[in-house]
């Protein structure tokens, strides 16, 4: 049997078994006299049949009663369990294991009633893992992580630490705006430019507005680096072109990016390189990338489309208990660390650790695994990681009886110094200083 991720976000569920993508389908819902439509078909439908639509069941998941309820749809959980059944019952017969990838707002009164939908639905779901967290794994990351999305009505960052082990810090929803009213703004300014230059509105017939929405996510994901953009729309037989500036593209979106600027700056420590997960969501934005240049100090990393559900997959042992709770990750151990530049090293005297006659950089962290018998090995689950703070190394124990430094305890707050030994199982590692080249 199958392992299923799913990966919950309301700009597009994506649904992979076995690494094997399977569908994205948008978080919108379209009434159609009595028949309710979800993902694709209803996005599909929402300028065609716009008299009764919700885009917000994800982003809002509750059981309050909807101003506009039918017996059929009395809250956003049911349009939410709508949605996800149509995305399971397909695979079901095939999958024996469910695991669902989870935005970093979600609470835990959001958990659990997404956990009692799949349920009703008869998904087998054995683990929750964060979106970010598990987006990060694997990927050789600065210490400070800090990962953008955006959502059909929000963007989020993440702050994630790396120590070898990743952990969630905190979520913040920097902007309430998202993609949804982002591709309503890319629509108009391309309506403009048809009834400018060629006097065709594509708003003016529901046929014509449907397709230019349906055109326009993977218009806008395909961008290239140019001043000018063609986009064609068919009428009658009749296929109309505009060119769109890339100036005008901008206008869209360039009020959000200093908020989202200040917003990274405000997560970094001074003078401290940090890496910065770009969501596939983003892909294409107008501007952005040229906008986060503007943050010092900062990696900019773009994710793969399905990164974060075949991380998921490939660390399914971790985030499925084996006692069969379902818990909620947000600490995963397989964080890498970046090998630091030269300008990254402690200006104190101690860069590196020695043992016997082998010399292993500190960096800004370097977790040790307990076996020293071939020498300081990076570890997933390390005895004690040495790390930089404000220009001094510092010590943190995973077991504080294992370990002495220069005979006695440790002492968490204590800056080391040249010299100093770091005892461990009979083995002597000693901190000392190697001159940088040039």
């Known amino acids: 049997m199958s392992i299923?991720?799913?990966?919950?976000?309301?700009?597009?569920?994506?649904?992979?078994?076995?690494n094997e993508l399977v569908r994205t389908s948008p978080g919108v819902a379209v009434l159609n006299n009595n028949s309710l439509l979800t993902g694709e078909e209803a996005s599909k439908n929402v300028k065609l049949l716009p008299r009764w639509t919700n885009n917000r069941f994800w982003s809002q998941l509750?059981?309050?009663?909807?101003?506009?309820?039918?017996?059929?749809?009395?809250?956003?959980?049911?349009?939410a369990f709508a949605h996800l059944e149509d995305l399971w019952l397909p695979v079901s017969k095939e999958v024996s294991d469910v695991i669902l990838i989870v935005p970093g707002y979600y609470r835990n009164t959001d958990l659990g009633l997404l956990l009692g939908i799949a349920h009703e639905c008869g998904m087998p779901v054995k683990g929750i893992v964060d979106q970010s967290v598990i987006a990060a794994s694997?990927?050789?990351?600065?210490?400070?992580?800090?990962?953008?999305d955006v959502h059909l009505h929000s963007f989020t960052l993440t702050q994630i630490s790396n120590q070898g082990v990743l952990s969630r810090k905190n979520v913040k929803t920097i902007l309430e705006t998202g993609l949804s009213t982002l591709l309503d703004r890319w629509a108009n300014i391309i309506a403009s430019q048809f009834i400018q230059t060629t006097r065709f509105d594509p708003m003016h017939n529901a046929d014509t507005e449907q397709q230019l929405f349906d055109l326009l996510p993977d218009w806008i994901r395909n961008l290239q680096d140019s001043n000018t953009h063609s986009f064609s729309v068919k009428a009658a037989g009749t296929e109309h072109s505009v060119a769109i500036s890339q100036e005008s593209l901008l206008k869209a979106c360039t009020p959000l990016y200093p908020q989202i600027v200040q917003a990274i700056r405000s997560e970094i420590v001074a003078n401290e390189p940090a890496s910065l997960l770009l969501s596939h969501?983003?892909?294409?934005?107008?501007?952005?990338?040229?906008?986060?240049k503007l943050v010092a100090n900062l990696e900019i990393i773009d994710l793969p489309e399905e990164k974060a559900n075949d991380s998921a997959a490939t660390?399914?042992?971790?985030?499925?208990?084996?006692?069969?709770?379902?818990?909620?990750?947000?600490?995963?151990?397989?964080?890498?660390?970046?090998?630091?530049?030269?300008?990254e090293t402690s200006?104190?005297?101690?860069?590196?650790?020695?043992?016997?006659?082998?010399?292993?950089?500190?960096?800004?962290?370097?977790?040790?695994?307990?076996?020293?018998?071939?020498?300081?090995?990076?570890?997933?689950?390390?005895?004690?990681?040495?790390?930089?703070?404000?220009?001094?190394?510092?010590i943190e124990c995973g077991a504080t009886d294992m370990i002495k430094i220069n005979g006695a305890a440790v002492d968490p707050e204590r800056p080391l110094k040249l010299g100093d030994q770091i005892e461990l199982a009979g083995d002597q590692l000693t901190l000392i200083s190697v001159p940088r080249d040039g």
């Open 347 to 394: 200006t104190t005297g101690v860069t590196h650790i020695l043992w016997r006659h082998q010399a292993t950089a500190i960096g800004k962290a370097l977790p040790i695994d307990a076996d020293l018998s071939a020498g300081p090995r990076f570890s997933h689950d390390p005895a004690f990681t040495l790390y930089a703070r404000n220009d001094e190394i510092m």
């Open 315 to 343: 660390h399914n042992a971790t985030i499925i208990d084996d006692g069969g709770t379902v818990s909620h990750v947000v600490q995963l151990g397989t964080g890498e660390l970046a090998t630091p530049t030269k300008q």
């Open 4 to 18: 299923a991720v799913f990966n919950i976000n309301d700009a597009g569920i994506q649904l992979t078994v076995d």
């Open 281 to 292: 969501r983003l892909q294409g934005f107008p501007g952005l990338k040229e906008s986060l």
């Open 138 to 148: 694997n990927l050789p990351l600065r210490s400070n992580i800090i990962h953008l």
């Open 62 to 79: 509750n059981t309050n009663p909807l101003p506009n309820s039918t017996e059929q749809v009395r809250h956003h959980a049911d349009i």
